[in-house]
């Protein structure tokens, strides 16, 4: 059985047939967030409802980087390489200093909590964008159990004085976030509200000082939906979805598929020279080394 479907003869430029979808890890509940980090050689990612990030490296395996993690869901890296994380338990952002102390970016809105930041991404600016859709408060599994108090909407927060912007309010549950290589476009995963029938899709918008503006259609994830998403250095956006990982153009148009045996949560770029795709699905983790690098701090 083939690992990859072609949809497009420039996604065979992309993949390797000799490359297989390889399992790291295993024995989780629901793993999320996953975040390269290059120089110290590992992976970060978030077992949710287990309340810990893991460390996996090629030499030592899995190991637990921080435990109670208060439920973080996404994580990124800031220019300084400093680890960025949502947290549903504490509904908030926060960024791990050098030295690991912890500093919170956002945790309220208007006077009132968020509900459950969920992914997040950093401009080359140092501004901090993230979702904050209801996920993480609607059950116990994720969270803790809670008012829903905010809309669902993106956020960009200042690094140094945490104020928020509302940047993307036209989205039933905003998710998973992507910069374009320019930051010209950010890409937004629209996952629906938990318990309803909502249409799900990716959204696009253009990029300004001011924020966001002409946001439209960009893709329908099918089968299932997206969730993580990232973009490689020529522009194509890569999507999680029901059947695995989706390489989508520029122009909306499917590539091509990576097949995963376990539902996709997330995905990340990593590897010494950004060419394998790291993939949390339900239980498990895994690697494809690709022929092509990811846009990735730092």
């Known amino acids: 059985m083939s690992f990859f479907e072609v949809h497009d003869p420039v996604f065979g430029q992309y993949v390797m047939g000799n490359a297989p979808v390889k399992q790291l ?9 996953p975040v390269w980090f290059g120089d110290a050689g590992c992976l970060l990612f978030s077992d949710i409802p287990n309340n810990r990030i893991l460390r996996w490296t090629p030499e030592g395996g899995i190991t637990t980087y921080r435990a109670p993690s208060h439920y973080a869901n996404g994580h990124t ?11 549903h338990g504490m509904r908030r952002v926060t960024r791990t200093e050098l030295d690991g102390r912890i500093t919170v970016i956002a945790d309220s809105y208007n006077g009132k909590p968020l509900n459950s930041p969920n992914d997040v991404i950093v401009k ?16 116990n599994y994720e969270g803790f159990a809670s008012e829903q108090e905010n809309p669902c909407v993106v ?6 004085t945490g104020a928020l912007d509302v940047v993307v309010e036209d989205m039933n549950c905003p998710n998973g976030l992507a910069f374009s290589p320019d930051e ?14 909502d249409a799900q899709h990716i959204r696009v918008y253009d990029v300004s000082d001011d924020g966001v503006a002409n946001g439209r259609h960009f893709h329908t994830i099918d089968p299932g939906a997206a969730d993580g998403i990232r973009v490689d250095t020529d522009g194509n956006l890569w999507s999680s979805a029901a059947d695995g990982v989706h390489c989508i153009a520029p122009d ?3 590539l091509g598929k990576i097949f995963v045996p376990e539902l996709v949560s997330n995905i990340c770029f990593g ?3 950004k060419h394998q795709l790291y993939i949390t699905a339900t239980t498990s983790v895994y690697r494809v080394t690709l022929n092509r690098a990811g846009v990735q701090f730092p």
């Open 252 to 254: 909306g148009r499917l």
């Open 155 to 160: 956020y960009r927060a200042d690094p140094d």
């Open 25 to 33: 890890a295993t024995g989780f509940d629901w793993v999320e967030g």
């Open 184 to 197: 010209a476009l950010l890409y937004v995963a629209d996952t629906g509200r938990m318990f309803s029938d």
């Open 124 to 139: 080359s600016d140092g501004s901090i964008w993230f979702s904050d859709p209801h996920y993480g408060i609607m059950t």
């Open 271 to 273: 590897g010494r020279a």
């Open 77 to 87: 890296r800031d220019k300084q390489g400093r680890l960025i994380s949502c947290e």
